[in-house]
Each structure stands twice: as C-alpha cells, then as structure tokens.
C-alpha cells in the first residue's frame, strides 16, 4: 500500500534561496510530523499537526522555518534564506490517532536531503 | 523527559541471534518502550514496543525488566537486511508532549555475512 511520500528527495540550494519540501502523508492520517536529521543524529522533532491545526512549533530552528498543512493532508516545510547549517535531511511522518503518544506508531516518509552550499 | 542509554554500535554474524540493550533507568509507570530502526538512506521504521509484559511480532521480540529500567530487542536471525541503527525510545502514555519521538543517537548494528 501506499506509504508516507516526500519530494523531492534531494534539494541542493545556493545559500540565501528558498526552499518547499512536501510531504504526502498515508491517507486518512490525522497526525503528522515533521523531523530534521542531521549528519550522523537522530532525527529531530520539528513541528506537529493534527489535521489542519498546527498544534506544535516548538522545534523549529527559526523564524526562517515554516510550515502548514491547509487542508489536513499535504504538508509543505518551507526554508527560507536557506544557510549552510539547515543542510539535513527532512523527514516527514504520519500517525492515524488523534493523539499520537502512547502505543501508536508514526509512519516516516524516506526523507528530503537538503544540501545548502 | 526519560532518557534512554543505547551502545554505539554492535556487531553480530548472519543467521545468528542478536540481543540489542537499552537502559531507562528513569522511566516512569506509564511510559511505553518503542522500538524503531533506520535503514540506510530510508526513513525510521517501527519495529515493536511493550509496556510491561515482554512481545514478539514478526520483526523482533523485546524482552523488558521486571523493574521496567531496561529493555532488550531480540532479533532471532539477523540477516543483511537488519543492519541499521537502532533506536530504543520512550513514550508516554497520554498528555504532555507524548506525540512526539525523541530519539537518541541508536545503536548501529553491522551484520557480518
């Protein structure tokens, strides 16, 4: 079946420019998140959606990062003024409960490597 | 929140059994014990997770400590295809900020033909 979905799956930006990275998460998924992972970590928690509502930002880096999900589906993580150090990978994630903690499982796209130079 | 200890690395032969610890030694009652594993170039996959009792899937088995403090994830016959690292994490049960994963840095595990 279809899993969660990322494009593109490699983004090389000159610094300053601005990037769009989407996800399409499993269909019918509720929640879903957005993860950054660097050179050799872990991933990241960056933000969190349940449906349309943006109901965590905490763990974006700045203001230069954005994300929405206007319709509870697609998600688009957005970068502006990329510099050297947003260069990661940018997983993406779904769960289908509307509280995603305990025994649930979340469902990662294969990630966008965002390569600023 | 919880922390979890995981060795950096770990090394085992093909076919042969794997037993791959975690330490959380400050969990609390009602945090769950999730499993998941990265591939290379892929994004993390879940594996398993438990509460109190031990479980086995299709994928692994995690054995968990009576007194909750650590856990081991048991692959029966690793194959090449298990080589990845391997991240032990805990969850909450409701509340707080329970949604999210927190991921250490895993235990990367090589599988030797």
């Known amino acids: 079946g279809a899993g969660v979905s990322q494009s593109p799956r490699y983004k090389v930006a000159k610094r300053g420019q601005d990037v769009a990275l989407r996800c399409d998460p499993i269909?019918?998924?509720?929640?879903l998140f957005w993860y950054q992972q660097a050179l050799g970590q872990g991933p990241e928690f960056l933000t969190y959606?349940?449906?349309?509502?943006?109901?965590?930002k905490s763990g974006l880096p700045s203001d230069r990062f954005f994300a929405e999900r206007p319709e509870g589906s697609v998600s688009t993580l957005k970068i502006q003024r990329t510099q050297q150090e947003d260069s990661a990978v940018y997983l993406c994630?779904?769960?289908?409960?509307?509280?995603?903690?305990?025994?649930?499982?979340?469902?990662f796209g294969p990630g966008t490597r965002l390569t600023v130079l | 929140d919880a922390k979890t200890t995981q060795p950096n690395s770990m090394e085992s032969n093909e076919e042969e059994p794997v037993h791959l610890p975690c330490n959380h030694s400050?969990?609390?009652?009602?945090?769950?014990i999730h499993w998941y594993r990265q591939l290379p170039s892929q994004g993390p996959e879940y594996v398993i997770h438990g509460l109190t009792s031990n479980v086995n899937n299709r994928m692994a088995s995690l054995a968990i400590a009576e007194d909750r403090k650590s856990s081991t994830l048991i692959l029966h016959r690793a194959t090449l295809r298990d080589a990845a690292v391997y991240y032990c994490?805990?969850?909450?049960?409701?509340?707080?900020?329970?949604?999210?994963?927190?991921f250490g840095k895993g235990t990367l595990l090589t599988v030797n033909p």
């Open positions: 994630a779904s769960s289908l409960e509307l509280t995603s903690g305990g025994a649930n499982e979340q469902f």
């Open positions: 959606f349940q449906n349309e509502a943006q109901l965590d």
């Open positions: 269909s019918g998924h509720v929640s």
């Open positions: 994490i805990l969850r909450g049960y409701s509340g707080g900020s329970n949604y999210k994963l927190t």
């Open positions: 400050t969990i609390s009652g009602t945090d769950y």
